[in-house]
Every structure is written in C-alpha cells, then in structure tokens.
C-alpha cells in the first residue's frame, strides 16, 4: 500500500507543478461557465413572458367588453396589449412578421347584446392551423363562457333591478373561487419547484462545464505516463519490489484525487456563487461526483497507457473531451433532442453524469434517482481501468 500512496504522491507532486493543471481543472470551467451562463441567460434578472401575445381592438368599449379585456389581461396563456394609435392593418402586418399570436377585435354593441340575451360574436384573426392559434381561441372561449355565464346567472338572480351588478360581480368572482378544487399531484410533482430560465441555464452550464474541462485536465496526467515510459522510469521501477498493479494504481489514484478534488471545488463554487442547489441533498451530489472522478480518472489512465507520445496524449484528451461533451449534452440539454439523439447521448459517460447532477439541482428528485446514473458511471470506470490494465501489461513487458 505505501508503494501505491508513494506513486500517487509522486504524480500529485508533478501534475501540481504544470501551469496547465489549474488552467484546465479551475479556471477554464469557471470563465465558460461564465461565458455560457451570460449567452444562454444565466444571469438575467428579468423572466421572458412565456404567454402569447394578443392585440385587442375594443369598439365596443362598454362596461363588458372592459371587464372581458380584464379577464383576459390575468390570463396565464394570452398577453394582452391594446395600443389605440395602431390600426387593424398594422397590428396585421405584426402579426404576419410573428411579433403577435392573434388579434381580437371586441365589436360594437358587445355589451348591449350581452345584456339582452344575444351573444355577440367576437373576431379572432390568427391562425387556427397553428397550435399558437387554437391555444388562443380556447383561452379566448373558455374566459368568455364565464363572463356569458356571470350574466346569466345575475339575470336569474336579481333580474334587471338594482341588485344586477353585485349579483354579477358575486357570480364572476365564483369562477375564481370555486368551492371545490381538484388537484391530482404526485409527491414527487408536488416537491418541485418551477424552475425559471435563469436557474435552468446555470443547472446545466455548471456541470456541463464541470465535466467537459475535467476530461480536458486529463492530458497533464496523461503526458506523466508517457514521460514515465519514454524516459525508462517505468522499467526501472520494475526491476524493484513494485508490482505492476501497484503502479497502475498508484497512478489512477492520483488522477482520482486531483479530479474528485476538482469536483469538490467547483461543486462548492457552484453552490455558493451561482446559486445552484447542489447541496439540497448533498450525500447524491457527492456519490454523483465520486462516481464520475472514477469513470473521468479511468479514462485517463487508459489514455495514459495507450499514448505514445505526449503529442498522442493531448489528441487522446481533447478528442473524448469534445466527443463525450458534444454527445453527452454538456453544451446543449439532451431534453430538446429527439429521442435518437438521447439514446446516442447515452452511449458517453457524461450524459449520465449530467443526469445525475441535473435530477439534484434541476428536476428536484430524490436520491434514488442518482443511483442509476451513478452505477453507470461505475461501469464504464470498470470497463475502462480494465482495458488500461490490459494495455499496461503488453507495454510494460
């Protein structure tokens, strides 16, 4: 064991003196993190409107048209905006440039045929064969039905006396406060929390980035394998009492401390500066790391070994780093993909990293949603140290 800790020490020693180490391991992830959270909005204080916008046109401009407008300026589907300078042709002419969803055009003697008993008919220009367009005509059709309803029920309760307006106001208000609500959640729904395009954005750069430059630090450790070969180190250690073993382990342990020590780091970084929640459950944030240091530090001892050259090292590190990053959704959230692309993503161990990072701080879940991902990661550590084992003992005969 003292062999193993005195190889470890030795690799720590030589990777910690190589400027290249904090520049890939720290301070890269950190300024694109910074980089990709201002581009995609991580650090914007202001929500976009995700509603649809619709212009209105009010000739009618009575005490129902008004209260309808009202209606629709509290709904969470529709934005409503009314700008009395624009003509019909303008707001068309926006329309057709995607600026605006739909123009509703509230027709004179709206409230008067309310009020008899007729329905008005209202003027929705949009189109129908777009899902933004029956999004706005069901809105529109579901919040008139209640303001038609209101009438009619204050009709039925107080007539056309002087006790219409409040019967219609109690009748309106009903609609927001039914008696009886039904809600159909999961306890796991029901534990999340909404998630805005700020916080969504930096739950996914910080580990992306996280993950993307620890595959990047691993030409440091990989150029020391080669050099310690190329240099007939690795020779003259075996004619000692070191084993083969004790040298490929004292090896990936060392890239094992340097990474997990990375993780930690930025983990902490992420939680204190960004604000993403990756300590609300702290012991899966903490397997999802450990269990992606093993498979990220297995990688780097099988390019170690299989490297040649301190030139091949740097090729065999960069090209899994934009590989596994690409694929594996650490620039783009696999989530807007389609389903194929998902199931390639999850070929590459960061993809599964990325789930279990993301099911912490993004999707709210529990700490059995990290064990998959995490024994994932497990496999691949095993499958890669074992054909690094395999590589290591033709290279060192």
Known sequence: MSRILDITAKDLTQILRDRKTFLFLLIMPVAFTFLFGFAFGGFSKTEPDPRLPVAVIDEDQGSLSLRLVSLLEKSEVVSVSQDRTKTQDDLEISLNKGKLAGILIIPAGYTEGLLIGNLPRLILVADPSQTSGSTIQSELL?????????????????????????????????????????ENQSADVANRRPASNAFASLAHTSPGMMLQFAIAGLLTCATIIVN???????????????????????????????????????????????????????????????????????????????????????????????????????WAP????????????????????????????????????VLVPSAALAGYALLFFLLAAWRFRTVSE
């Not at 989530?335 to 912490?360: C, L, Y």
């Open 142 to 182: 579901a919040i008139e039905n209640r303001l038609v309803a209101a009438v009619q029920t204050a009709h039925i309760v107080a007539g056309e006396t002087s006790a219409f307006n409040p019967a219609f106001e109690q009748a309106l208000n009903a609609w927001g406060n039914p008696p009886i609500r039904i």
């Open 228 to 330: 310690e070969r190329k240099t007939r180190s690795l020779q003259r250690l075996l004619t000692t009492a070191t084993r083969r073993s004790h040298i490929l382990l004292g090896h990936y342990l060392a890239i094992f401390v340097l990474l997990f020590t990375q993780f930690l780091v930025l983990i902490t970084f992420g939680q204190l500066i960004l604000k993403v929640d990756y300590f609300r459950l702290p012991g899966a944030t903490l397997l999802v790391a450990f269990a992606s240091s093993l498979c990220i530090a297995a990688l780097g001892l099988l390019i170690g070994v299989f490297a040649n050259s301190e030139e091949q090292a740097i090729a065999f590190s960069l090209i899994p780093m934009f590989l596994f990053a690409g694929l594996g959704g650490a």
């Open 334 to 369: 696999l989530e807007t993909t389609s389903k194929a692309f998902q199931a390639v993503g999850h070929v590459t161990p960061v993809a599964w990293a990325m789930d279990g990072f993301k099911n912490i701080t993004l999707r709210m879940l529990g700490f059995e949603s």
